[in-house]
Nanobody, 126 residues
Framework: VQLQASGGGLVQTGGSLRLSCAAS????????MGWFRQAPGNERDFVAAINWSGGSTDLSDSVKGRFTISRDNAKNTMYLQMNSLKPEDTAVYYC????????????????????WGQGTLVTVSS
């Protein structure tokens, strides 16, 4: 599966952005999906994950209550709605897919994902 992330940009503190991840090449609903982010000098950190149907999700503690992950299998697209953005949310955001449709252990581990998008930069100004 090929992944293309988009929707990043520059936003002020407290603002909102919606990231999209468009998939192509394979049946989208056969993959569990995730969002990760990487700030300069940092490791790639888990942000959110979603199962094949969208019925099960999880988010990191740092974004709970502010971000929402969703997917539309008919459009082969996953989304990350980001509200109340903070400067510490500044990073390159990556979408990823793995051949595990359920939310079993490992969904927060980037090493468990075999497919990655190119990343989209989110910059939150203070």
């Amino acid at each position: 599966v090929q992944l293309q992330a988009s929707g990043g940009g520059l936003v002020q503190t407290g603002g909102s952005l919606r990231l999209s991840c468009a998939a192509s090449g394979r049946t989208f609903s056969r993959y569990g999906m995730g969002w990760f982010r990487q700030a300069p000098g940092n490791e790639r950190d888990f942000v959110a994950a979603i199962n094949w149907s969208g019925g099960s999700t999880d988010l990191s503690d740092s974004v709970k209550g502010r971000f929402t992950i969703s997917r539309d299998n008919a459009k082969n697209t996953m989304y990350l709605q980001m509200n109340s953005l903070k400067p510490e949310d500044t990073a390159v955001y990556y979408c990823a897919a793995r051949a595990q449709i359920w939310m079993y252990s490992g969904y927060d581990d980037p090493n468990k994902y075999g497919y990655w998008g190119q990343g989209t930069l989110v910059t939150v100004s203070s």
